[in-house]
């Protein structure tokens, strides 16, 4: 099974390029047979294994697969927050191929009228909405009340406890 992942990742922020192999042992965890693809919302990532969004517009099939979004820039008052992303790269996915999961939020911003339409029309595709924090539950449940939103950590806390994965991400980004 082929699983997509969208997120921040390309540009060395230790806590955002940690999503990446925090999900993959989750999954295998799991017992799952899967491919993880990687996409960041970045146009050009400096360093990983994340293809930028535009190949993911360009290579992402709705057929069988799923896509996750994980970690921090998801839902932000910007075009290019991982949300918008994704969901460009997904537009022709069934919903619920489509997991927002331990997701952020920008809390305490103003969202222009332009983004906040956008989120409800983005959430109103998806089934549930699992964030890290009450901060980002929050800030959904002033922007969409009515979806369901739920807290359930940091992706970290979903996987076993390595200190040798924290070591070497802090080795290959230098943070």
């Known amino acids: 099974m082929t699983v997509n992942l969208f997120g921040s990742f390309g540009f060395g922020n230790l806590g955002d390029e940690l999503v990446l192999p925090c999900f993959e042992r989750m999954l295998e965890h799991a017992g799952l047979d899967h491919r993880v693809q990687a996409y960041t919302r970045f146009n050009d990532p400096i360093m990983g294994e994340a293809k930028s969004h535009l190949a993911a517009v ?25 949300l918008n992303r994704a969901l460009e790269a997904t537009k022709t996915a069934a919903s619920n191929s ?28 998806l089934q549930s909405v699992a964030v890290r924090d009450s901060f980002g539950a929050n800030t959904l449940k002033q922007i969409v009340p009515e979806k369901h939103v739920r807290v359930i950590g940091d992706i970290g806390l979903w996987t076993k406890n390595d200190a040798q994965l924290t070591l070497d991400a802090k080795k290959k980004y230098g943070r």
């Not at 069988?64 to 910007?78: D, K, P, S, T, V």
């Open 98 to 125: 489509i997991i927002p999961f331990a997701i952020s939020t920008d809390s305490g911003q103003n969202y222009s009228r332009r983004n906040v339409s956008k989120i409800k029309s983005a959430l109103k595709r």
């Open 58 to 82: 360009q290579g992402f099939s709705a057929g069988h697969q799923m896509a996750f979004l994980c970690g921090g820039g998801i839902i932000e008052n910007r075009d290019n927050s991982c």
